[in-house]
């Protein structure tokens, strides 16, 4: 009687870092990302666009980019977007529902495999217009830092900024505004970083487009007024580096809650307290990008 051979086993390669995985497996062994993104990306049959969102820890990253999707989601803008895959509703169900208890959304774990990570279909709606897959996580800030100060610490950060179509880079311009020179610092950091991702020769201009976000604009609305202004004043290096390595940057200011309280927790430490949202500017640094990727 005659044996069946052996079936060998499936196997996938993750979207963002190249590396082989079982076909089951729901998150890549090497990099940690969710490997439904190379299910869902092959259904598509077409190459995904990764549009990736960094910035300092407590910038307010997460925050953003939930009511960025949420608001995509919502056809604002004259945008159409669906999702694909339940999984890349969790970070904006999780930010809009925080908020409307009027608590920030929990803190971005420093490991990777804990991250939200959405992947949209965007459009839009205007006849003819191209579909974008759009692949956008959130990232830790403290293990974005831990990478930008000894690359090839994260693997997931490094091989999906090499990826990486388009970028928004959050900076706090509240504290900028303030005199504090560590978001201009920072800031450099991050841009001197994407310049080591981006370049291909020597002496090379960036040509991916880089949208600066000067987030809790709310506090100083002259950077609504002139972000290009605030940021050549307030980070001056930021604005020096991109001026020199970055052709295609523009600067835009954003702010999302309209009112803060603050309390006490059972340690006596002040909480923030988010008393109603007021998002402006949101939907402008991602439609900016979107327009130079089309």
Not at 124 to 152: H, I, Q, T, Y
Not at 175 to 194: E, N
Not at 221 to 248: D, H, K, M, Y
Request: a negative charge; glycine letters at 6%.
């Amino acid at each position: 009687m005659s044996t069946a051979p052996e079936t060998a086993t499936e196997s996938a390669y993750c979207l963002i870092c190249e590396r082989e995985n079982p076909d089951a497996a729901v998150l890549c062994a090497h990099c940690y990302a969710p490997m439904a993104l190379i299910h869902d990306a092959i259904r598509q049959d077409r190459e995904p666009c990764i549009i990736s969102v960094i910035g300092d820890s407590n910038v307010g990253k997460t925050v953003y980019l939930g009511f960025l999707l949420d608001m995509l989601s919502k056809r604002a803008g004259d945008f159409e977007a669906v999702p694909k895959g339940a999984y890349s509703v969790n970070l904006q169900q999780t930010v809009i529902g925080s908020l409307q208890q009027r608590v920030f959304p929990p803190k971005t774990p420093n490991e990777a495999d804990q991250w939200h990570w959405a992947y949209y279909q965007v459009a839009r709606r205007a006849k003819n217009a191209a579909w974008f897959d759009l692949v956008m996580p959130d990232m830790a800030g403290e293990a974005l830092a831990a990478e930008v100060e000894s690359p090839k610490t994260h693997a997931v950060i490094r091989s999906l900024l090499s990826k990486t179509a388009g970028c928004l880079v959050l900076v706090d311009a509240a504290a900028a505004a303030l005199g504090s020179s560590h978001p201009d610092l920072f800031g450099l950091k991050l841009m001197t970083y994407l310049d080591q991702m981006f370049a291909q020769k020597r002496g090379q201009r960036i040509y991916n487009p880089v949208a600066v976000v000067l987030c809790k604009a709310d506090y100083c609305p002259q950077s609504f007024e002139n972000p290009r202004g605030f940021a050549q004043t307030n980070l001056n290096r930021v604005w020096n580096i991109c001026e020199s390595r970055f052709a295609n940057v523009e600067f835009f200011a954003t702010s999302i809650i309209g009112a803060l309280g603050f309390s006490s927790d059972d340690d006596g430490n002040v909480v923030p307290i988010p008393l109603h949202g007021a998002p402006r500017g949101i939907l402008e640094p991602f439609e900016w990008i979107l327009s130079c990727l089309e």
